[in-house]
């Protein structure tokens, strides 16, 4: 059973190794430790038992908008709805925070990840070129935390 919880130090190792294994530039592991001071109660983990399986990061800015930093979950963890637990537990503790929208950038090649925000109540709000690099454009997706589509 995998359960959502508050990352620690002693996930790092873990984090790490997930975070290089999903990105062609991953950050830093000093970063990702960082974020554990600069984003507590907003750095969260998906475990199954020790083992970490997926992980978020997120900042509030300005008191009203929550950043989705980055996301992942380990390639053989994936398509099992991990990734959108961590993403809904996440946009409720930007709520909690007094965020009114959560955002992110994405990679414009990235139509895995597109297609799961554009699931979980992201759409597609603007380009933002040269994000990742010269020629390597992203898309910023946003999602209204308080907005209710009707049924
Ligand atoms: C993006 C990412 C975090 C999604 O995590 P995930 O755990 O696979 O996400 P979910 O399982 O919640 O959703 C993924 C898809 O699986 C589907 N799914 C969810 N539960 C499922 C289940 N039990 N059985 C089958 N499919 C399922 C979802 O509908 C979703 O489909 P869609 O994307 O076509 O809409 C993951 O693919 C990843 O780590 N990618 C590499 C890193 C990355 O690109 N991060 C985003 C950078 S901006």
Same mark, same amino acid.
């Given at each position: 059973?995998?359960?959502?919880?508050?990352?620690?130090?002693?996930?790092?190792?873990?984090?790490?190794?997930?975070? /290089?294994?999903?990105?062609?530039?991953?950050?830093?592991?000093?970063?990702?430790?960082?974020?554990?001071?600069?984003?507590?109660?907003?750095?969260?983990?998906?475990?199954?038992?020790?083992?970490?399986?997926?992980?978020?990061?997120?900042?509030?800015?300005?008191?009203?908008?929550?950043?989705?930093? /980055?996301?992942?979950?380990?390639?053989?963890?994936?398509?099992?709805?991990?990734?959108?637990?961590?993403?809904?537990?996440?946009?409720?503790?930007?709520?909690?925070?007094?965020?009114?929208? /959560? *955002?992110?950038?994405?990679?414009?090649?990235?139509?895995?990840?597109?297609?799961?925000? *554009?699931?979980?109540?992201?759409?597609?709000?603007?380009?933002?070129?040269?994000?990742?690099?010269?020629?390597?454009?992203?898309?910023?997706?946003?999602?209204?935390?308080?907005?209710?589509?009707?049924?």
């Amino acid at each position: 059973m995998v359960i959502i919880a508050d990352a620690t130090e002693a996930d790092l190792n873990q984090i790490y190794e997930i975070e /290089s294994k999903s990105f062609d530039n991953p950050y830093p592991y000093s970063l990702l430790r960082a974020y554990l001071f600069l984003a507590s109660k907003l750095y969260l983990v998906a475990k199954n038992g020790d083992k970490v399986v997926g992980y978020v990061i997120g900042i509030i800015q300005y008191g009203y908008r929550g950043h989705i930093v /980055s996301i992942a979950v380990k390639p053989e963890y994936r398509n099992q709805g991990i990734g959108s637990e961590l993403l809904n537990e996440i946009e409720q503790r930007f709520k909690q925070n007094g965020a009114r929208y /959560s *955002y992110l950038e994405v990679s414009i090649s990235n139509l895995s990840a597109i297609s799961f925000y *554009y699931t979980n109540g992201y759409i597609i709000s603007y380009l933002r070129k040269n994000y990742y690099g010269r020629g390597k454009h992203a898309f910023v997706m946003i999602k209204n935390l308080y907005y209710k589509f009707l049924d």
